[in-house]
T-cell receptor
Framework: DTEVTQTPKHLVMGMTNKKSLKCEQH?????MYWYKQKAKKPPELMFVYSYEKLSINESVPSRFSPECPNSSLLNLHLHALQPEDSALYLC???????????FGDGTRLSIL | GENVEQHPSTLSVQEGDSAVIKCTYSDSASNYFPWYKQELGKRPQLIIDIRSNVGEKKDQRIAVTLNKTAKHFSLHITETQPEDSAVYFCAASIPGGGADGLTFGKGTHLIIQP
């Protein structure tokens, strides 16, 4: 069982759709992360929210938009995605940056 | 930014033997080094980690060593079992690294032969 919950588990969407991925943790962690993982590749960091401050990997395209409504929730808004965006999207949390990160089960995203 | 190299990409060992996976990092400011195990179709699971003020850490059959001078760290698994088969990722983290967060190595596919 994981203490980081991600929904949905699977998502299929067209390139013109708008959808959101959700992540929730109730461990009181103050840092939350979004990673993208392609098949047979390591996770790649997309965004970090640490103490309500957002840090962005500058290589992430603007069609991905994170939102942190509160310290236990992290959303990833998707708009006008491309087929190459198909991947496993992992959320993680930690007490603070530089502390152990715990991953959710991920959302497997397919872009048609 | 940080760059982490991991070797080998695939490692096959006989059940009961030991396995060693090695990683090097580029940024001397990195101070936190976790190891994750990822089974097919599942999330990465933290199995052990080490900080730069420690040279070695052990947890049952798993140990990690860190050489700060050479900027490399290694995962050691003894008495390997079939359930150890998975992809293992090393990672490095720079304190207050902003968007750097964790930088992962490319992974090692560990195969335990019965």
């Amino acid at each position: 069982d994981t203490e980081v919950t991600q929904t949905p588990k699977h998502l299929v969407m067209g390139m013109t759709n708008k959808k959101s991925l959700k992540c929730e943790q109730h461990m009181g962690h103050r840092a939350m992360y979004w990673y993208k993982q392609k098949a047979k590749k390591p996770p790649e960091l997309m965004f970090v929210y640490s103490y309500e401050k957002l840090s962005i990997n500058e290589s992430v395209p603007s069609r991905f938009s994170p939102e942190c409504p509160n310290s236990s929730l992290l959303n990833l808004h998707l708009h006008a995605l491309q087929p190459e965006d198909s991947a496993l999207y992992l959320c993680a949390s930690s007490q603070a940056q530089g502390q152990p990160q715990h991953f959710g089960d991920g959302t497997r995203l397919s872009i048609l | 930014g940080e760059n982490v190299e991991q070797h080998p990409s695939t490692l096959s060992v006989q059940e009961g033997d030991s396995a060693v996976i090695k990683c090097t990092y580029s940024d001397s400011a990195s101070n936190y080094f976790p190891w994750y195990k990822q089974e097919l179709g599942k999330r990465p699971q933290l199995i052990i980690d080490i900080r730069s003020n420690v040279g070695e850490k052990k947890d049952q059959r798993i140990a990690v060593t860190l050489n700060k001078t050479a900027k490399h760290f290694s995962l050691h698994i003894t008495e390997t079992q079939p359930e150890d088969s998975a992809v293992y990722f090393c990672a490095a983290s720079i304190p207050g690294g902003g968007a750097d967060g964790l930088t992962f190595g490319k992974g090692t596919h560990l195969i335990i032969q019965p």
